[in-house]
Each structure stands twice: as structure tokens, then as C-alpha cells.
């Protein structure tokens, strides 16, 4: 009797490790982007003139991550458009207009995505970004604008978000992960402990 107990209980223990298996293989990982990082997304200043082409450099962006773009609404903008418009900072018939102030872009498709302020005069100044989704065989610097004339940016009516760099929001959290696991893990020798008493 007490060996087929044991036996259960083994049972038991594999099928939540299984579990446990299974949960980590389901798991999905999105991100959320502030553009600039610690800069909102503005005119950039002449102490950082590449800010946009910079941080689109160091950040490897997948299907289902956001972006996340932080103005004034009063005096700024966000649009997609055509790499033909990103170039040549032609504003008319873009693909996506944004203008609230707290504008986010989901990620949905591989490839080059353009943006540029919809505020005329911006995107001359460097107010424009191309970033890169997944495995793209272009060479984005083709599309980096060089510096060109710099004005200050309006003031970050917002504050600025302290991360790092290269850093970003995780929307899922690896301890409410390692949490679910433990429980399971509890649970499971619980069960075995019930079984197992004479």
C-alpha cells in the first residue's frame, strides 16, 4: 500500500512539473519603448542632436512590444509614414496620425516602420525616427538622418522616466512567474502529503 503511495505521489510531482513546463513554453513577452527615453519626443537639442537615430540603434523591437511616443499635445504630433515621406519630410496622407500626448504603437508586422512629428517644420530638424522588427536584411543608417539644424526642444512638461539607456518595461513580470511557480511547486507537495498519510 505505502509503495503505491509513493507511487502516486511521484505521479503527482511529475504532472506539476509538467505543468510548471508548460506554463514557462506559454509565456509571452511584449515590451513597452518610450521613444528618446529619458527625452520626450521633441525637436532634438544640439547637445543631442542624433537622440532618434541613436536609440533606434539599441533596441532590438519584436512583433507585439509598443511604443510608446510622450509630448504636448498642444504643440506636438506623431505620424507613420512611407520611407519616401520619412526621407523627403513630406507630412501629407500619412499612414497614422497620433496627437493625444501619450501616443502608443503596437507592433504588429516585421520590417522598417518610419515616424515623424506631423508639425510642419519638425522632421527637418531631426524630429523623425526608423526603427527596425525583426530579422530586417536593409541597412536602416540609409535611413538615419544626419544632424542638421537644432533648436531646443519644448520643455518635458511630463518629467523624465528614469531608465537606463538600453533598458526597457517589461509588461509581464518574471516574479509573478517564479511566484506561480512556487505555488504550484507547494501545492503539488501538499497533494503528495495527503496521499501519503496512513
Request: glycine letters at 6%.
Amino acid at each position: 500500500m505505502a509503495n503505491l503511495l509513493n507511487h502516486k505521489c511521484f505521479l503527482l510531482l511529475l504532472v506539476s512539473l509538467l505543468l510548471i513546463s508548460v506554463q514557462n513554453k506559454s509565456k509571452v513577452q511584449c515590451y513597452q519603448y518610450k521613444i528618446g527615453d529619458l527625452d520626450a519626443w521633441g525637436i532634438p537639442t544640439s547637445a543631442n542632436p542624433l537622440v532618434y537615430a541613436q536609440w533606434s540603434k539599441y533596441h532590438n523591437l519584436t512583433i507585439g512590444d509598443t511604443l510608446l511616443f510622450l509630448y504636448p499635445p498642444s504643440q506636438d504630433s506623431v505620424i507613420q509614414v512611407t520611407k519616401g515621406s520619412y526621407k523627403s519630410c513630406n507630412l501629407k496622407d500619412p499612414i497614422l496620425y497620433m496627437n493625444n500626448g501619450n501616443s502608443l504603437f503596437n507592433i504588429t508586422s516585421e520590417g522598417l516602420l518610419y515616424f515623424t512629428s506631423g508639425e510642419p517644420g519638425h522632421c527637418q530638424r531631426n524630429q523623425k525616427l526608423v526603427i527596425s522588427v525583426g530579422n530586417v536584411t536593409s541597412n536602416m543608417d540609409d535611413d538615419v538622418a544626419a544632424p542638421g539644424p537644432s533648436s531646443s526642444s519644448y520643455p518635458t512638461v511630463f518629467g523624465n522616466i528614469p531608465v537606463a539607456p538600453s533598458a526597457s518595461l517589461p509588461l509581464t513580470s518574471n516574479s509573478i512567474h517564479i511566484a506561480s511557480t512556487f505555488h504550484i511547486v507547494i501545492i503539488g507537495f501538499f497533494m503528495c502529503g495527503l496521499f501519503y498519510m496512513p
